[in-house]
């Protein structure tokens, strides 16, 4: 499908530099650049609670005194 997109000179010189240097035609490179910001955009939010190793427990200071606790039963 076709789309109409206004790239500021900057842009359109540096897709055309990249797109020169992998021997790709500017409108693949663009294809590319729009893929790799989609993919980056449904990446998990960093700032969610849930993500990581943590998402869901109690904060790290009060699990690891828990465990230390341990060590003195």
Avoid: C, H
Wanted: aromatic fraction near 6%; charged fraction near 30%; charge should be negative.
């Amino acid at each position: 499908m076709r789309t109409v997109v206004d790239l500021s000179e900057d842009q359109l010189r540096a897709i055309k530099a990249l797109a020169k240097r992998q021997n790709i035609s500017q409108a693949e490179a663009i294809r590319r650049a729009v893929g790799a910001y989609l993919d980056l955009q449904s990446a998990p939010d960093r700032e969610s609670p849930a993500f990581g190793l943590w998402g869901g427990r109690q904060d790290g200071l009060r699990y690891q005194e828990g465990l230390r606790d341990e060590w003195t039963e």
